[in-house]
């Protein structure tokens, strides 16, 4: 599927919509505690780095994502489709508190891996990103996701107060109502995806469907 949206179309709704995708996936706040757990083994944390590290990341993949995956013989939906599952799982980790996804935080250099890689620009956000092209425009993501690379340099500035303030109770709630809105997310991008591709491979069945 060609993008059918022009790629400066501004549109205040879509750039909220995608900050909120963007933030529930990232979830830096529910990183906190991993991030404090990082900073105690005796690891230095730049924020900035971390930051520009984790947005230039995903600016790239935002843009040559597709290229990649036309490498590969996968169009957008596809991908789109595989992307929803993983914001599926993502969200089951956030509501039930289980670990699906796991990774190595053992580093002398923790800025860089693994908090910008791979969890601030993992592999659900990565993917996040390419399923969100189908359906926003390149601008309203991009200042979507420099908004939350935002929150992300404050988050990081500011862990110990953000934490003594929520306590982990609020973290705890923060990341379960988050959790909720993905898998509603998840369901919504499968859907219109899903749709999407079957017209395109199979032209005549949804007008018969239909």
Do not use: C
Request: proline fraction near 2%; avoid cysteine.
């Amino acid at each position: 599927m060609t993008n059918k949206i022009n790629i400066m179309e501004f549109n205040i709704v879509d750039v909220l919509s995608v900050f909120m995708v963007l933030f529930a996936v990232i979830d830096i706040f529910g990183s906190i505690p991993l991030i404090i757990d990082i900073k105690s083994k005796g690891n230095k944390i730049e924020a900035v780095k971390t930051t520009l590290i984790s947005f230039l990341i995903l600016t790239l993949f935002l843009f040559v994502g597709e290229a990649l995956l036309k490498v590969f013989g996968v169009d957008i939906e596809s991908f789109a489709i595989a992307g929803s599952f993983i914001i599926f799982f993502l969200a089951l980790e956030m509501v039930l508190g289980i670990e699906l996804f796991k990774g190595n935080t053992e580093t002398d250099s923790a800025s860089i891996v693994p908090l910008a890689f791979p969890i601030i620009a993992g592999a659900g956000s990565i993917t996040t990103l390419l399923s969100l092209r189908s359906e926003y425009s390149y601008l309203n993501i991009m200042i979507a996701l420099f908004l939350n690379m935002l929150v992300v340099f404050a988050v990081l500035k500011s862990t110990k107060y953000i934490e003594n303030f929520l306590g982990q109770t609020g973290i705890t709630i923060l990341r379960k109502i988050f959790g909720i809105i993905l898998l509603s997310i998840a369901i919504k991008l499968f859907m219109s995806n899903l749709a999407e591709s079957i017209s395109n491979h199979f032209p005549g069945l949804m007008e018969k469907i239909g």
